[in-house]
C-alpha cells in the first residue's frame, strides 16, 4: 500500500491595513527606532483597527486568499484548524465561526492554543489527520489580534506584537513530500514568566481585575528569550540530526517571527546560511500563530518542489518545536 504523507498544497495571507510604525511608538511610550531595532529587528507592524473585528475577520480573509488563489471548492474542505491565542470569545469557538463564514459546510473545525506554537502544533494534527487516510483537504489557519490583549503603556510588549493571519491547505501526497519528522516539546515552568493572569478559571474577570491591567499579556522578557534561544536551536539541531541532514541540506528556515536574535540563534546553531533564514519580522513583528504561515505567503515564490523547509517555533506555556518538511510544488507564475 502507497504510504500517504501531508503535504502543503496552497497558502493565504491577510493583514490589516494600519501600520503601527516604530516612530509612531515613540510617541506612545519611552521608546526609539534604534533600540526597538537593535534588540528585535522589528521596524512596522499590523493593527486590526475597525471595531467588532476579530481575528476571525482576518482569518476568513486569509482562508479566502487561499481558495481564492487555489481555485478549490471549500466545500471540498474536511477539516478547518484555527490555530489561535486570541479567540473571538470564551467557549464559541472560532475556527467554527470561520469555517461557516468560507463556505467550507462539510468541514468540522475546532481551535487550537498553544501560543506562539500553535500553528506549528497546527501542522502535526494536520498532517495526522491526512496520513489517517479519513480526509483529504484539511486547512490549517493562524490567526492573532494580538492588539486585543497589548497594554499600549508597556514598552516591553507593545513594541513587539502584531496582527495578521496565514492559512495553508495539506493535502495527500504519494510522491514522500510533506511533512516528514517533528520534534515537540513543553514544560509547564513557562507558565509564569508569559501569560495574561485574569479572565480564565483561576481569576475570572472583574472591575478589580481590569482596573488593575490583569487582562494583558505580562511577559519576563530576559526569561522568556532565555529559554526561546535555547529551545529553538535545539530542536531544530536535533531534528536535522533525526533526519541526517547537513546545513547544506536543508534549503529554507521557517522560524517563528519573535525576535531576530532567537531566530539569528537557531540559523548559528543548525549552521544554516543567512540567505536561507528567512524573515520578514520588520515588516509584521510577532502576530504570534501567523508569523508561520506568513513567511510561506512572503516567500512562497522561492520555493521550489522537493526542498527541504525547517520550521521552528517557540511559544508560552513553554511550548516549542520545530517540523522537517519538503515542499510540494513550484509556484505558478
Not at 500553528?119 to 496520513?131: H, R
Not at 529551545?231 to 540530526?241: L, R, T, Y
Request: net charge negative; charged share 20%.
Amino acid at each position: 500500500m502507497t504510504t500517504i504523507t501531508a503535504a502543503i498544497t496552497a497558502v493565504g495571507a491577510y493583514v490589516p491595513e494600519f501600520v503601527l510604525s516604530n516612530q509612531v511608538l515613540e510617541t506612545m511610550v519611552d521608546t526609539n527606532d534604534e533600540w526597538i531595532t537593535t534588540r528585535t529587528g522589528i521596524k512596522e507592524r499590523r493593527l486590526l483597527k475597525e471595531k467588532g473585528k476579530g481575528t476571525s475577520y482576518m482569518a476568513i480573509k486569509a482562508a479566502q486568499d487561499l481558495i481564492s488563489k487555489a481555485n478549490i471548492n471549500p466545500e471540498e474542505i474536511d477539516l478547518v484548524i484555527m490555530a489561535t491565542a486570541t479567540p473571538d470569545m470564551p467557549v464559541a469557538a472560532t475556527g467554527v465561526y470561520v469555517a461557516s463564514q468560507i463556505g467550507a459546510v462539510n468541514a468540522f473545525a475546532y481551535d487550537l492554543q498553544a501560543a506562539c506554537s500553535s500553528f506549528l502544533f497546527g501542522m502535526s494534527n494536520a498532517a495526522a489527520y491526512i496520513e489517517s487516510g479519513r480526509y483529504k483537504k484539511v486547512l490549517l489557519i493562524g490567526a492573532d489580534k494580538m492588539s486585543s490583549i497589548i497594554d499600549y503603556t508597556d514598552r516591553a510588549t507593545c513594541i513587539i506584537f502584531g496582527d495578521g493571519a496565514g492559512a495553508v491547505l495539506f493535502e495527500p501526497n504519494y510522491e514522500g513530500l510533506g511533512l516528514q519528522d517533528e520534534f515537540l516539546r513543553s514544560d509547564g515552568i513557562g507558565r509564569e514568566y508569559l501569560k495574561i493572569d485574569a479572565g480564565g478559571s483561576i481569576l475570572p474577570p472583574s472591575a478589580e481585575t481590569v482596573a488593575n491591567g490583569q487582562h494583558f499579556v505580562f511577559q519576563d522578557g530576559k526569561t522568556v528569550f532565555k529559554y526561546a534561544v535555547s529551545g529553538m536551536a535545539d530542536v531544530s539541531e536535533k531534528i536535522m540530526e533525526r533526519n541526517n541532514l547537513t546545513k547544506d541540506d536543508v534549503n529554507w528556515l521557517i522560524a517563528h517571527q519573535a525576535n531576530k536574535r532567537i531566530i539569528d540563534a537557531t540559523a548559528n546553531r543548525m549552521g544554516v546560511d543567512e540567505e536561507k533564514v528567512l524573515v520578514n519580522i520588520q515588516k509584521y513583528g510577532n502576530t504570534t500563530s501567523a508569523t508561520l504561515p506568513l513567511l510561506l505567503s512572503d516567500f512562497e515564490d522561492k520555493f521550489k518542489k522537493g526542498d527541504n523547509l525547517i520550521f521552528a517555533a517557540f511559544g508560552g506555556g513553554f511550548t516549542w518545536g520545530s517540523i522537517y518538511l519538503k515542499w510540494a510544488y513550484n509556484k505558478q507564475q
